[in-house]
């Protein structure tokens, strides 16, 4: 079992930047995919990004070429490097840990762990 906490979390103007971080727990780190996904008010939750075990990474459309993901498997940390940010992005973000899967996966039921999340605050 992994625990998550996230952070990193603010208010920032459009076209600024933001890092988040995901801590997990446990000796096993490495062995799991980790995913981004963000959550607005009165929407869905939807994938961001992802990060295979071997260091792959996935980007929904909507954040490709503005936002990274990135893993430090020595401090058990996913990050999720955030540019160029605009309105749209506003949202809590979540970081998730999947186990069971050759490859990460895009969809929230794939994703066995969940950190508390970090809201994310774009003004204009």
């Known amino acids: 079992q992994v625990q998550l906490v996230e952070s990193g979390g603010g208010l920032v103007q459009a076209g600024g930047s933001l890092r988040l971080s995901c801590a997990a727990s446990g000796r096993t780190f490495s062995s799991y995919h980790m995913g981004w996904f963000r959550q607005a008010q009165g929407k869905e939750r939807e994938f961001v990004a992802a990060?295979?075990?071997?260091?792959?990474?996935y980007y929904a459309d909507s954040v490709k070429g503005r936002f990274a993901i990135s893993r430090d498997n020595a401090l058990n940390t996913v990050y999720l490097q955030m540019n160029n940010l605009n309105l749209e992005d506003t949202a809590v973000y979540y970081c998730?840990?999947?186990?069971?899967?050759?490859?990460?996966?895009?969809?929230?039921?794939?994703?066995?762990?969940w950190g508390q999340g970090t809201q994310v605050t774009v003004s204009s």
């Open positions: 998730a840990a999947d186990s069971d899967n050759p490859n990460p996966r895009r969809e929230r039921s794939d994703y066995d762990y």
């Open positions: 990060i295979s075990r071997r260091g792959i990474k």
